[in-house]
């Protein structure tokens, strides 16, 4: 078995040589490794690249994390060199996770918690000391989420109820929540717990591009379930409870803004949201179809506002009155404007395919309001221009068999286009989706071979 050192040991014989022998760091690091495989000790949990005080020898991080620590309670009126520090910090953290962890095993997190408590408690914060500090604590809890605790929670409270006229302070705080949630359930309910929620509400707001963007994204973050650690997450509950508290501001706010990437963060997050029947309904009623098509016909050529658009539509239409809505009021025209404008674009034919096969699901109307616009040439086109994509023939196929199902005139015009041949051929690339594709070819009227999947045979038969 392979002998192992610890960080500290490998640290205390690079300061050693720098010190002692008076080489560069760069000379002590590269001699120390040298000593220690010559001696066969295994230095794959060793930080090598630490950036090291040539006059003391020590890893910078750990001397940084120990001053910082020295401002604590000193309540100096000149902080240039604790900004500094601070600014050291989080240069170091951003290199790497095995720099991050190294800080936080030295307390930088507790450090920069007590340093934001003491800033927050003078009765005028110093707005430069605030930013730099949580600069430094975002980039160290960056996929070190467990490092977020109560303490850390507290001062998030007060900072989102800090009037302060510096606006990068509340993003950076939105930006640090947003690191405690990712990978982690329960930071996610222990902020669902406490008064965050009413406390962001206030911020939305229209011309605060910035500040839109930064909460719609901790809202979205608070309702993932991406830890493993946990058996059962309360995702949908979350969604329930923002949904109630900011799902109609998000809608009121969609006519106020015309930047793209802000339009499809609030469809992103307004999809995210409506997890639950009457939510969809609340949507319908506050105007947000409305929104959403003149967002769609103002913006054709933008490809992300589009794709969250189509997603949001495709939500809502498992509510089946605001699918008849979302039909109703127009959308066939506009989808089959995107197929047309974004048919090289696969991310976006793929969505509007399975918009399509959502909204002609089993309502013989609203098939008819999609083929009269004449969108049955251009899916086929679509089909024809991605045929080594999976997902594009697959949804493809569910949209023509969605529409043709309980619309059996269509099937010839279908025909005509010469559908059959390419999904016969689409069968033949994917036969991971071959059910899917015969289901539409069965319901085209084509000839197709449907295998029986499994025979049994009884065990007694059954008298006649």
């Known amino acids: 078995m392979a002998k192992v050192i610890s960080q500290d040991t490998f640290d205390d014989v690079v300061k050693e040589n720098v010190v002692e022998f008076s080489m560069t760091p760069s000379e002590a690091k590269e001699e120390t490794i040298k000593q220690f495989e010559a001696q066969g000790i295994n230095l794959a949990n060793i930080i090598k690249d630490l950036s090291v005080n040539p006059q003391t020898g020590q890893p910078v991080i750990n001397e940084t994390v120990d001053k910082i620590k020295e401002h604590i309670g000193q309540k100096l009126k000149e902080t240039t060199e604790l900004l500094e520090q601070l ?21 930088a997190h507790d450090a920069l918690i007590t340093l934001l408590e003491e800033t927050l408690s003078a009765d005028s914060p110093n707005e430069s000391v605030l930013i730099k500090s949580l ?23 007060k900072l989102l109820a800090l009037k302060v006229e ?11 929540l947003q690191k405690a949630c990712i990978m982690h359930e329960m930071n996610r309910q222990n902020i669902m717990n406490t008064p965050a ?9 229209k011309g605060k591009d910035r500040l839109v963007r930064e909460l719609t994204a901790v809202f979205r973050f608070l309702v993932l379930d991406d830890d493993i650690r946990v058996e059962f997450g309360c995702a949908h509950e979350h969604a329930r409870q923002i949904a109630g508290e900011v ?20 469809l992103l997050t307004i999809g995210t949201l409506a ?51 979302i039909v ?38 609203h098939s008819a309001a999609f083929f009269d616009t004449g969108i049955a040439e251009v899916i086929v086109e679509a ?37 059959e041949d390419l999904l016969n051929m689409a069968m033949k690339e994917h036969p991971s989706v071959e059910q899917d594709i015969k289901a539409a070819l069965r319901d085209l009227g084509c000839s197709v071979h449907l295998r029986e999947e499994w025979t049994g045979t009884a065990e007694k038969k059954i008298a006649a």
């Open 197 to 205: 929620l009413k406390l962001m509400k206030p911020l939305l707001a």
């Open 135 to 157: 600069e430094a604590v975002n980039s160290l809890t960056h996929k070190q989420p467990d490092l977020f605790d109560a303490e850390a929670m507290a001062v998030v409270l």
């Open 328 to 365: 109703q009021q127009g959308v066939a025209p506009i989808i089959k404007q995107l197929l047309e404008t974004h048919q090289a674009n696969e991310n976006i034919v793929a969505a509007a395919l399975a918009c399509v096969t959502t909204l002609t699901l089993r309502v013989q109307e």
């Open 87 to 107: 600014a050291t910090l989080d240069a170091e953290c951003k290199k790497s996770l095995a720099h991050r962890v190294l800080a936080g095993k030295n307390g």
């Open 275 to 325: 997890v639950r029947q009457e939510l969809c309904t609340a949507i319908d009623e506050a105007g947000g179809l409305k929104s959403v098509f003149e967002i769609m016909s103002l913006n054709v050529d933008e490809v992300r506002l589009n794709r969250e658009a189509l997603k949001l539509l495709r939500a809502l239409a498992g509510h089946d009155s605001v699918k008849s809505h």
């Open 247 to 266: 799902l109609i501001p998000l809608v009121e706010l969609l006519p106020a803004y015309q930047d793209p990437n802000v339009l499809a963060d609030l």
């Open 383 to 419: 089909l024809r221009a991605h045929p080594k994509h999976k997902i594009v023939q697959r949804n493809g196929a569910w949209a023509i068999r969605n529409m043709v199902s309980r619309s059996r005139n269509q099937c010839e015009t279908w025909i005509s286009f010469g559908v």
């Open 166 to 176: 510096n606006e990068e302070v509340t993003l950076l705080t939105l930006q640090w």
